[in-house]
Nanobody, 123 residues
């Protein structure tokens, strides 16, 4: 299953972007959907996740209050609304998914990944 991420770009500090992750032709009703990011020379880090059923969310402390994850069931799409962006948010952002009961933030627990979309925040 190939997730399709989009919406990255170049924005000034304090600006906003919205990332989208679409799963064409498949329903991820029992899945957790997550966003991760990876900056040059750094490990991939957890950003946010949402449970498709019920919509419960969880955020990394570094983005809490600035980023919002949501989903549109009809479009099979998960969004990451990013506000008050900072230069340290610059990274390639990946969407990912796994099926399970428990909540995970480690990337090794996620089975499906999108191709990544670049977000660059200038100071």
């Amino acid at each position: 299953v190939q997730l399709q991420a989009s919406g990255g770009g170049l924005v000034q500090a304090g600006g906003s972007l919205r990332l989208s992750c679409t799963v064409p032709g498949r329903t991820f009703s029992s899945y957790y959907m997550g966003w991760f990011r990876q900056a040059p020379g750094k490990e991939r880090e957890f950003v946010a996740r949402i449970r498709w059923n019920g919509g419960s969310t969880y955020y990394a402390d570094s983005v809490k209050g600035r980023f919002t994850i949501s989903r549109d069931n009809a479009k099979n799409t998960v969004y990451l609304q990013m506000n008050s962006l900072k230069p340290e948010d610059t990274a390639v952002y990946y969407c990912a998914a796994y099926s399970g009961v428990y909540h995970y933030t480690h990337p090794d627990k996620y089975d499906y990944w999108g191709q990544g979309t670049q977000v660059t925040v200038s100071s």
